[in-house]
Each structure stands twice: as structure tokens, then as C-alpha cells.
């Protein structure tokens, strides 16, 4: 009989305390979920109540207060060059080109230079930005930036992708376009998602399940499957099922 699929993420009872000035702030509160190989989960919350720092966990760039992180069944004790993440601002090299911030990544982890610049390539290309490789952030529109920080996240062919809020500086059109290119990529390659939104139709277009958390500190007030059919298309959004799922994550969070 085959062995059931391990999750690719298991995370279980995570509390963090951040030690301040006024004392310690507790931001996360008994967290516990999987992420399956290929699932692509969402996290919404009211501002504050602890995605980023959630995300961070995940990342492994610091240990949480309580509780216990399994990536790929293994603990996980640091950042790893098989989990990739997006913050909401691109945080581009401002002298690099798009190609050369897409390729910075792999220079560092050791690979070829002409291996690195075909991954970077092919990457670019994912992300609908064929043929500005060689321009600089600054000759590029704000949308265009946070492609160029997906595709140095894709380039790395991570096990599990972390995105924060990628579309939360963009104007509303931008986030729907990119949005919608988002879902197309992954449902041509899916890869294990994590992203963190404050759109409630962004997250239902794009995610099999969204947790919806409370306020600060963050607990998991709602886990919301989303058995809305596959491929995915915006005019969904119209549809009662989708009304319906929509209705309940606000009340979750409200
Ligand atoms: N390094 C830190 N040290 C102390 N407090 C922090 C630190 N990072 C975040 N915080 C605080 O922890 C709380 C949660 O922050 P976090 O950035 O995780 O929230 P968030 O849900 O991502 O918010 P938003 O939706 O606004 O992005 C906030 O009150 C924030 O001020
Ligand atoms: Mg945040």
C-alpha cells in the first residue's frame, strides 16, 4: 500500500513573544497546521495579529517562543534554500538588472554562471517579463519589481514558496492582473504555496484553504476549505458558492 504523503509543513502549537520595550508582546498563540506537497494555503487576519511574523517563522530567519516547525519531516532549525520568499516590497538590488537580481540567489548558492543565467532566464520568462532582463528597478513599474522578486523566488525552484502580501503595494488593477497571472502559474506548475493576503477574493481564487486568524495574538479562528473547481477564473467570484465562502471568512475575521 503506498504510504500516505507526509506534509511538506507541520506546524504545531506555535506561540511567539516578542520582547519589547513595554514588555513582552505576544503575537502568536497556539498555532497549529499542514501544508500538503502542492497546496496552496492562504492567511488572512486583521493588521497586526502576526502574518508577517507567522511568515518569518515558517521562513526559519528566527526560532519561535513555543511550539514546533517539521519541514519536510525534519525540524526545521533555520532558513533553507528550498523554501523561497516574497516580501511586499521587492527589495531589489538597485545596481543589478532584473536578471542579475533573479541570478544573485543562485551566484551565492554556487551554481554555474551560465546554469544560473538560464534558471534566471527561464524564470523571467514565467513571469511574463521576457525582454527586460537587462533593465534596473528603476526603469521598471511597481508591479514589474514584484515579478522580478517572484521570479528570484521561482528561480530557486523552492519546496515551499512564502509570500507577504506580494500585491500589497500595488494598486487594485495591478493586484487583480498579477493576481490572476499568480493563479495561472501555479496551476500550470503547482508548487507548495503559503501567502499571506488582506484580500478576501484573492485569497479564495487562489488558495485550497485559507486560515483565517484572530486578532493579536493571532490564533487560527477559521480553517476554510476551497472546494471551488479547478482551473480557477475571476468571474468565479459571481458564483453563490463563492459568495458564501466569501461571507463566512468576513465573519471570521470581523
Ligand atoms: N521585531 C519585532 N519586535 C517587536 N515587535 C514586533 C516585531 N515585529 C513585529 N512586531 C509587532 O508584532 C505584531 C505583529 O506584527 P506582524 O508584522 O507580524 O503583523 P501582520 O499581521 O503582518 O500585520 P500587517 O497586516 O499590518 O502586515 C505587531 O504589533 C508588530 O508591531
Ligand atoms: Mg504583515
Avoid at 516578542?18 to 498563540?29: I, K, N, S
Avoid at 545596481?95 to 554555474?112: D, H, I, M, S, Y
Avoid at 479562528?221 to 459568495?243: I, K, N, T
Amino acid at each position: 500500500m503506498p504510504e500516505p504523503s507526509s506534509p511538506r509543513l507541520a506546524v504545531d502549537r506555535l506561540s511567539h513573544v516578542y520582547p519589547t520595550a513595554e514588555g513582552a508582546l505576544q503575537v502568536l498563540e497556539n498555532i497549529s497546521f499542514t501544508v500538503q506537497p502542492q497546496e496552496f494555503v492562504c492567511v488572512v487576519g486583521p493588521s497586526g495579529c502576526g502574518k508577517s511574523t507567522l511568515l518569518k517563522l515558517l521562513a526559519g530567519l528566527f526560532p519561535p517562543s513555543e511550539g514546533t516547525l517539521f519541514f519536510e519531516g525534519a525540524p526545521l532549525a533555520g532558513p533553507s534554500r528550498r523554501i523561497g520568499l516574497v516580501f511586499q516590497k521587492a527589495n531589489l538590488m538597485p545596481w543589478r538588472t532584473a536578471l542579475a537580481n533573479v541570478r544573485l540567489p543562485l551566484e551565492l548558492a554556487g551554481v554555474p554562471a551560465a546554469d544560473a543565467d538560464a534558471r534566471a532566464q527561464a524564470a523571467l520568462l514565467r513571469v511574463g517579463l521576457a525582454g527586460f532582463e537587462h533593465s534596473l528597478p528603476r526603469d521598471l513599474s511597481g508591479g514589474m519589481e514584484q515579478r522580478v522578486a517572484l521570479a528570484r523566488a521561482l528561480a530557486q525552484d523552492p519546496d515551499l514558496l512564502l509570500l507577504d502580501e506580494p500585491f500589497g503595494a500595488l494598486d487594485a488593477l495591478n493586484r487583480e492582473r498579477l493576481g490572476a497571472e499568480l493563479l495561472r502559474l501555479w496551476e500550470a506548475r503547482r508548487i507548495t504555496v503559503v501567502m499571506v493576503t488582506h484580500s478576501i477574493p484573492e485569497a479564495l481564487l487562489l488558495s485550497d484553504r485559507v486560515l483565517a486568524l484572530t486578532p493579536r495574538p493571532g490564533q487560527v479562528r477559521l480553517a476554510l476549505d476551497v472546494p471551488l473547481p479547478r482551473p480557477r477564473r475571476l468571474e468565479m467570484e459571481h458564483s453563490p458558492e463563492f459568495g458564501e465562502l466569501a461571507r463566512r471568512l468576513r465573519a471570521a475575521i470581523s
